[in-house]
């Protein structure tokens, strides 16, 4: 059993691909359907979680609630999804969601600027200067998301296990590279790579529930134990330190709690 994680850019063929290593391999492809899953889930607008996925960060900031808390619910719906297996997800984020799990194969599937071009032009029905436009404003948006939000760089190499130039290699060509490779024994699940799957799930269930009473928050999991670390004004210590442990404690599978906080003081002190 295995996970694969697809990054790509728009018009990168990096959606085909993912269908037909789905559909090769018995998969299940998912990638909008997280955002739907998380939006019935929450009752949360779509439109928001896209927004949240694809838009500049200060736009989040708009929200009511802010952007940590449709973060945490994207990453929840993410996880609870892949955590049974055998599935293929293309889209954002992915491969930052799944760290430190080893049956993960982490793909980004590259082409050339002008092949993209050329297909937003077809596709689209606009000029080359309009569509350059789009895909450039495009590409830096997304990198500017990732390292904004997640600290990361979506075009550093270091980040997969495997990146495919769409250019001489051809689709099916990628197509079965990537089946391959997820058959090597490297990306088969084992109980260490399972258990550390679960722990991440259940972070970020833990996460969802604590960010409705204090956003602020890092949470990680362990066998059973949220370990949550945040930042508080020391006057409302004990009283966020309670609403945080009754939270978490209310999710299955959480058996206990342990917070570290940092005093906020006044002033920035």
Not at 103 to 118: A, C, F, N, P, Q
Request: glycine share 6%; aromatic share 8%.
């Amino acid at each position: 059993m295995s996970i694969i994680t697809i990054s790509r850019g728009s018009y990168s063929k990096g959606k085909e691909i993912a269908e037909k290593v789905a559909h090769k391999l018995g998969y299940e492809c998912v990638s909008r359907d997280i955002l739907l899953e998380a939006s019935d889930h929450f009752n949360i607008s779509e439109v928001k979680l896209v927004r949240a996925l694809h838009d500049a960060p200060s736009v989040l900031e708009r929200f009511t609630y802010g952007k940590e808390r449709y973060l945490a619910f994207i990453e929840a719906a993410f996880m609870e999804h892949v955590q049974k297996d055998n599935v293929v997800y293309h889209g954002l984020a992915g491969h930052f969601f799944l760290k430190g799990v080893g049956h993960v194969l982490k793909v980004r599937i590259i082409s050339d600027l002008e092949d993209r071009v050329r297909l937003e032009m077809e596709r689209e029905g606009i000029s080359e200067d309009k569509a350059r436009h789009v895909i450039t404003k495009d590409d830096y948006e997304r990198r500017q998301w990732a390292r904004t939000v997640y600290g990361i760089d979506t075009s550093d190499s270091s980040l997969y296990d495997l990146v495919i130039h769409i250019r001489k290699i051809t689709v099916d060509e990628a197509v079965d590279l990537i089946c391959n490779t997820v058959g090597l024994a490297h990306f088969q699940a084992t109980s260490q790579s399972q258990k550390a799957l679960d722990d991440l799930v259940l972070a970020a269930r833990a996460k969802v529930a604590i960010v409705e009473q204090w956003p602020n928050v890092k949470v990680t999991a362990q066998d059973g134990t949220v370990y949550v670390n945040t930042e508080v004004p020391l006057e409302q210590e004990a009283e966020v330190l309670d609403r945080i442990s009754a939270a978490a404690r209310k999710v299955e599978g959480v058996e206990d709690v342990r917070i570290s906080t940092h005093p906020v003081f006044p002033g920035g002190g």
